[in-house]
C-alpha cells in the first residue's frame, strides 16, 4: 500500500468510505497514533474533518511473527504481547483490532496463535465485531454524548 496521510483519507473519503483501518504499525504492535480510540479523519489541505471514521490499528499478525521484520517473537511471546496489549486497552474502554492476513495462517505456529488469541480473548468478555460495526457503534455513542 502507498498511504500518504496527507492525500490517502481524502482520496477514500470522496470515494465513499466511511472507515478505514489503515493506520497502525506493520513491523510493531500497539498504538501508531498514541490511541486505541477511533477518531475522525482531517484534510490537511482544506483543513477540515473528513466524514471518515480511522479504527486505529492495534495488532497484526506480520509485525509479531515475520522473522526477517517487526519483533521476530515465538508464539509463546507473541502471546504474551497480544495479553498485555489487551489488558490496555481495556482498561481504558478502547478498541482492540487484530488483522491476521489469509496468506500467513496456513502457517501452522501463525494459526496456533491466531486461535489462542481468539481463545483468550473470548475469556475476556469482548465484543468480536466488524470494522462497520465498530465504526456506527462510535459514531451512534459519539452522537448520544454530544447531546447530553
Known sequence: MHYDIRVTPKVYADAGFKYDSTLGFNDNVGFRF????PWKFY??????KLPMLEIPLI???G???LPQKGLR???KTALEY???????????GGVLTLLWHPH?????????LYLKTLKYLSGENPWFVSVKEIGEWWENSSREYAND
Open 59 to 61: 495488532m497484526q499478525d
Open 34 to 37: 498514541g490511541t486505541c480510540y
Open 82 to 92: 497480544i495479553t498485555v496489549v489487551a489488558n490496555a486497552v481495556e482498561k481504558v
Open 43 to 48: 484534510d490537511l489541505k482544506a483543513e477540515e
Open 73 to 75: 517473537l515465538d508464539k
Open 104 to 112: 500467513f495462517i496456513i502457517k501452522q505456529e501463525w494459526w496456533d
Open 63 to 65: 509485525a509479531l511473527l
